[in-house]
């Protein structure tokens, strides 16, 4: 087994050409042409989890959020991104992240909300090219006031708080979702239509919402985490005698505190 042959599975399920240009989701240390053992699938690749790999045998890890974003201008041992590109590459661990591939499939980080949420007729919030989109919007067969919503979102993402607007106190059966950072995108939840959006990292100024409508901050962690699964699920489908793992530490991994 080689590096390319995971990185041509997951690519299969979210490929490159559809990441956003900000983005930098693929191959981000070491070769396609490596010899893979094991791979180990988390949510960010931290220091921690490069050690995870080590210890469990794996020369690959898989994560939602890329290692190598903005660029870096200095690797230390001092600063968290660094300290994990130099036990990587002293390991020889290759690393690899589907970021905004993963956003913009039926099938990746919002479609999973949606599912977690029992909606129905769900498609794309923003429509994209080739079957690919950004978030999606859906609908509940039983509609629910704004504390009902909160009650059950709460449940079903097995949450301790969420930060939102006034709950509507009339009833909500259209839902928009967009996991991770989507507070820009409000605009597009109210165009199709949704009385509720669900997302994370929303500002201040985008609580205040107009009539009808409500916002809910669920967490970026929280909004996201379960591409994790859906990475692995990947995997094992096209390798499923491979040794293919998650993070055990995955639970412990979210750098949000609630106190």
Sequence with gaps: ?????????LEAFAPLCIQESWDNSGLLIGSGENPVHGVLVGFDCTPELIDEAVETGCDMVVTHHPLIFKG?????AEDPVGAAVMKAVRAGVAVYAAHTTADKVARGVSGAMAERLGLRDVEFLEPGPEGYGLGCVGNWDR????????????????????????????????????GGSGGSETSLAIGAGAQLYITADVSYHNFFTPEGFMIMDIGHFESEVEIVDIFLS???????????????????????HYF
Excluded at 157 to 167: H, T
Aim: hydrophobic content about 40%; proline content about 5%; charged content about 25%.
């Design 234 to 256: 990947e995997i094992r489908k096209k390798f499923p005698t491979f040794a293919s793992y998650k993070s055990n530490r995955l639970g412990r991994s979210n750098p949000v």
């Design 72 to 76: 870096i201008r200095h690797i230390n």
């Design 1 to 9: 087994m080689k590096v390319k042959d995971i990185t041509q599975a």
């Design 143 to 178: 509609p629910m006031t704004g504390a009902e919503a909160l009650s059950f979102v709460k449940e079903r993402f097995g949450l301790q708080l969420i930060r939102c607007s006034k709950p509507l106190e009339t009833l909500i059966s259209r839902v928009a979702l967009l």
